[in-house]
Structures are given as structure tokens and as C-alpha cells.
């Protein structure tokens, strides 16, 4: 059983709360635009570090990431890719992939919206965990937590870190 702390669109913000809202997890996994190197290493100082590079991620943190990161968990198979749209919707840079073989669990960032949501067609949950950073259009910065245990996926929380500044 893994517990996961997963965020995106730090665009380089370091909240002190992530300390706290990471200490029970297992890992942290991030889907894009971090923003800066400093900050990667932070994440990594704290726990096992999984991520993707955004699109205003620069060349030194696009050494250190790839664009899309497949790979397994307990017994799920999870695809995060920065840019990948929703059910329905899904960006035309990874739609190929996922309709090829499908994974367990679909995560991307970048829309800067918090979004839940099950793919039928394709036996998938889909999760965007929002924006954590302070910089873009939303108005209440998120992460998310959930447990992984075996094929399961559950215990999904929701943080909301307050308002942009």
C-alpha cells in the first residue's frame, strides 16, 4: 500500500504546508510546470519524487524529467503527461497512447482546474490535481491525496491551500 501526495503548476512556489500535507505519504508525484530545479530538489528532499516537465519548465528540468512518465505502483499501471486534457477531451499529444493501451490511473496538470473524473470508455480514472503555485488564472490552490493498495485506488482527499495571492 502506497499513500501519494500528487500537485502540478508550482511554477517555482514553495509552500511550507506541503511539508505537512506530504508527511504521511509515501511519494510525491508532480505534473508539471514546477518551475524551477531548487524546488524539484526540495519535493525530493522530502520523499520519493515522480514527475513530468511542463510547458514553462526550462531545458535544465527537462534533463531531469521526461515529457510523459509511464509506470507502475502497486499493481497500477499510471501515465502523467503535463498537458493531456480530460475524458472526452483528451489532447491530441496523448490521446494515441492512451486509447493504445490504456493505463489504470491517467494524470496530467496544466488546465489549473481540479478535476475528478472516470473514463468509461477507456477503464481509467483520470485525475488533475489543479494548481499549487500562486502564478495563473485559478482562485484556490489544490493538491491532492490518495492510497494506492494493490489494484485499488482510494482514500482520494482534496486540499485546498486557500486562495492565490
Known amino acids: 500500500m502506497k499513500r ?3 500537485l502540478s503548476d508550482t511554477h517555482g512556489y514553495w509552500d511550507e504546508r506541503y511539508e505537512k500535507y506530504f508527511a504521511q ?6 505534473a508539471g510546470d514546477i518551475g ?11 520523499k520519493p519524487f515522480r514527475a513530468v516537465y ?6 535544465d528540468l527537462r534533463l531531469m524529467f521526461s515529457e ?18 480530460y475524458p472526452g477531451k483528451y489532447d491530441p499529444s496523448i490521446r494515441g497512447s492512451l486509447f493504445a493501451r ?21 477503464n481509467m480514472l483520470h485525475i488533475n490535481p ?32 486557500g486562495e492565490t495571492l
Request: negative net charge; aromatic residues 10%; hydrophobic residues 40%.
Open 4 to 6: 501519494i501526495g500528487l
Open 25 to 30: 505519504c509515501d511519494e510525491i508525484w508532480h
Open 36 to 46: 524551477t530545479t531548487e524546488l524539484a530538489e526540495k519535493f525530493a528532499q522530502l
Open 54 to 59: 511542463g510547458n514553462i519548465d526550462g531545458g
Open 68 to 85: 510523459k512518465y509511464r509506470f507502475k505502483c502497486e499493481e497500477v499501471e499510471v501515465l502523467i503527461k503535463h498537458i493531456g486534457g
Open 102 to 122: 490504456p493505463p489504470k490511473l491517467f494524470i496530467s496538470g496544466h488546465s489549473h482546474i481540479l478535476k475528478v473524473m472516470y473514463d468509461k470508455t477507456l
Open 130 to 161: 489543479g494548481a499549487a503555485g500562486i502564478y495563473g488564472f485559478h482562485k484556490t490552490r489544490t493538491l491532492v491525496r490518495f492510497t494506492i493498495d494493490g489494484t485499488e485506488i482510494k482514500d482520494l482527499e482534496v486540499i485546498e491551500l
